[in-house]
Every structure is written in structure tokens, then in C-alpha cells.
């Protein structure tokens, strides 16, 4: 069993949709990044949060330490926001980061 | 300011060959990661640099070694090169080395073995 597991593995949305990834995690972290790597490989970071919830724009992350669980949601998609979208949770030791397998999202027009 | 960046971007090389890959960090940034991209594997963290220590070391063979300088630029090393070591190899830098701190990722280098 991974220490981070993303669901869905593939998603395909229509534009204006309302998109939730969930991600669990099974180490003792301090905080969780989400990022977002567009073809050609280029990893963006989108939020870390360690509680609560974070919002940029029309994309929300919200984590629940007790219940080891976090959830990107994404309002009003959009195709540009096809990307694949990983969760990462570095060890308490510091810097190591094990990721989350990735949601491949397709927001089609 | 300047995000990081990695050189070369893309690199063709040979079994056998080694292979030298250089990230520089943002600048004030002290602490730099190193994760090898597989379709196969996924993301995998190789090591990680704080202050010219290398401060944890994922799960490679020796044949992948790495350095920080005193500038905080960091080189990554692979030696004698095996067909699975074609990857994107990205590199992170943060402020200091504590886990809740963000890290920012360079664009990567994508590394072929033939």
C-alpha cells in the first residue's frame, strides 16, 4: 500500500464542472503540497497546508490532519486546466516528499 | 527573482556513459531536491542538499551521487548509465530544509538512454 494515494487515477470533465481530487496519506506529515504538471513535464506548486483550507483563484485545497485526508477542488473548470495533479507529503525529518500516484485531469470544451 | 533552473533541458546519452545534471535554486534558497519521473514509478525522491550536507537519500544505487556547493547550486551525478534511468529529473529548492516549507520546482531535465 502507497503512503499517499490519490482517487480518481484519470478524470474527464466537461468544461464548467466541478472537480474534486482526494487525497489520503498514511505518514505523520506536517503539511501537504498539491501541485500540477502540465505536458512537457513542468511542475507548478500549487498549495501546502498543513490545516483548514487554502484558496487561490478558482482552486481550493482542504486537509483534515485527524483523518490523514485532503481534497483539491477545482470551481468552474476550464480545459486549460487539463494537468496531471499530484499530492505530496514530506517526512517530519525534513525535504524527502513521497508523492501520490497523480490524477490525470481532461477538462473537455 | 528568478525561479530554478535546471541545465541542461534535455540530454540524449548512451549505456555505459555518465551523465552530470546542475540545478540552481532560487536565490536565498539553501536547501535543494532531487527527484527522478518515470511513467512506470512516478515521482521518487533521489536526495536532498542543505548547506553542502546531504541531508536524506532515497532508495537509488550509488551509481547516483550528488553535491551541493557553497552557492547552494547542486549537481547530480549518474554513472554508468542503464536503459531505465531515462527520466525526467527534477529538481526543488526551498528556503531552509524544515518539511513545511514550500518547495519550488525547476523545469527538469529529460534524460534519455539509448
Known amino acids: 500500500k502507497n503512503e499517499v494515494e490519490q482517487s480518481p487515477q484519470n478524470l474527464t470533465a466537461q468544461e464548467g464542472e466541478f472537480i474534486t481530487i482526494n487525497c489520503s496519506y498514511s505518514v505523520g506529515i506536517s503539511a501537504l503540497h498539491w501541485l500540477q504538471q502540465h505536458p512537457g513535464g513542468g511542475i507548478v506548486s500549487l498549495f501546502m497546508l498543513s490545516s483548514g483550507k487554502k484558496k487561490h483563484g478558482r482552486l481550493i485545497a482542504t486537509i483534515n490532519i485527524q483523518e490523514k485526508h485532503s481534497s483539491l477542488h477545482i470551481t468552474a473548470s476550464h480545459p486549460r486546466d487539463s494537468a496531471v495533479y499530484i499530492c505530496?507529503?514530506?517526512?517530519?525529518?525534513?525535504?524527502?516528499?513521497?508523492f501520490g500516484q497523480g490524477t490525470e485531469l481532461s477538462v473537455k470544451p | 527573482k528568478a525561479g530554478v533552473t535546471q541545465t541542461p533541458r534535455y540530454l540524449i546519452k548512451t549505456r555505459g556513459q555518465q551523465v552530470t545534471l546542475s540545478c540552481s535554486p532560487i536565490?536565498?534558497?539553501?536547501?535543494v531536491s532531487w527527484y527522478q519521473q518515470t511513467p512506470g514509478q512516478g515521482l521518487q525522491f533521489l536526495f536532498e542538499?542543505?548547506?553542502?550536507?546531504?541531508?536524506n537519500k532515497g532508495n537509488f544505487p550509488g551509481r547516483f551521487s550528488g553535491r551541493q556547493f557553497s552557492n547552494s547550486r547542486s549537481e547530480m551525478n549518474v554513472s554508468t548509465l542503464e536503459l531505465g534511468d531515462s527520466a525526467l529529473y527534477l529538481c526543488a529548492s526551498s528556503l531552509v530544509a524544515e518539511s513545511y516549507n514550500e518547495q519550488f520546482f525547476g523545469p527538469g531535465t529529460r534524460l534519455t538512454v539509448l
Open positions: 542538499y542543505f548547506s553542502e550536507t546531504q541531508r
Open positions: 536565490s536565498g534558497h539553501r536547501s
Open positions: 505530496a507529503a514530506p517526512l517530519p525529518q525534513g525535504g524527502k516528499l513521497i
